[in-house]
């Protein structure tokens, strides 16, 4: 079985534990005015350059320990104060040391203001349940694996996205997994550099599938990404954005790194 397998399987599980039928209302009740989900989508949308979302991640299945015992808003503090666009925060525990705790203490440090970074919920999407946990939790978006998931699964939490008022990243890494994506309505695509059953990085992934994705879609390059020459690889690419965990978690100081972005 590999690797994303295995974390499905296991996700199903786990989720399974606390599943109950969510009501619209619920979800609905996070999005009083019915606006289009669009705040994680904004901050995307930089005038010039490319947008970071960095990430929260103490662990992962390809690099074992990153940053074990870091402190969730700590860290976020020093990628508010350095201008990140976005955060992500993963809260799967047993493969990557996260919490849903950590998206609510990374929420709290950053308050809802309009000018404070808006978050993404990092996990394996397979229950409405989770999206209404993320709302709760403050998240702006959340993230769907096409390569995971079912037509009609994608459909099921695109929607419940969409009535709590989140922004979903639908996730790809082959030419057809964004066929699937952008026939469920994606309106952001984020590119995995990273084939998640084998556990290799490859940019040129994001090469070969950003420049086929519609102008209006937002366009990510996700993982693998090093260096400011990585970046700059992306954002050649055309990608509006980036996301990058382990390089910037085992930064010391990740200013200077997300500033040289921002000066592209
Ligand atoms: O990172 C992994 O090992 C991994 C394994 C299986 C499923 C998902 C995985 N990562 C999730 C991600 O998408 C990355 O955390 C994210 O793109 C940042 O990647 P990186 O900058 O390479 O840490």
């Known amino acids: 079985m590999d690797k994303l397998t295995e974390i499905m399987a296991w996700k199903r599980q786990e989720v399974a534990k606390r599943r109950r039928p969510v009501r619209d209302e619920e979800l609905a009740h996070f999005n009083p005015s019915s606006s289009h ?15 970071l979302i960095s990430e929260i991640k103490r662990k992962s299945p390809s690099a074992g ?25 993963l809260t799967d525990e047993k ?9 609510w203490n990374v929420n ?30 403050g998240a702006s978006c959340i993230l769907i694996i096409v390569r995971a998931l079912s037509n009609e699964e994608m459909s099921m939490l695109f929607e419940a996205a969409n009535l709590a008022g989140l922004d979903s990243i639908f996730e790809v890494h082959e030419e057809s997994e964004v066929e699937r994506a952008l026939n469920c309505g994606a309106r952001i695509v984020g590119v995995n550099n990273r084939d998640l059953t084998r556990f290799v990085t490859d940019l040129a992934i994001s090469e070969s599938i950003i420049p086929q994705l519609p102008e209006n879609c937002v ?42 972005i921002h000066d592209f």
Not at 116 to 136: G, H, W, Y
């Open 108 to 137: 709290d440090l950053l308050g809802n203001r309009s000018d404070s970074p808006p978050t993404l919920r990092k996990d394996f999407f397979v229950d409405r349940i989770q999206i209404l946990e993320a709302a709760e939790a």
């Open 65 to 89: 320990a990153i940053a074990e015992g870091r402190d969730a808003p700590e860290q976020a503090r020093l990628y508010y104060n350095a201008g990140t666009d976005a955060i992500s925060v």
């Open 219 to 260: 366009a990510i390059s996700e993982s693998g990404i090093h260096s400011i020459a990585d970046a700059e690889r992306a954002f050649e690419a055309g990608a509006d954005a980036i996301l990058v965990g382990e390089a910037l978690m085992k930064m010391e100081d990740p200013e200077p790194f997300i500033q040289a």
């Open 37 to 51: 989900p669009s705040r994680f989508e904004k901050a995307l949308r930089r005038e010039s350059g490319i947008a």
């Open 95 to 103: 493969y990557f040391g996260g919490s849903i705790r950590d998206l």
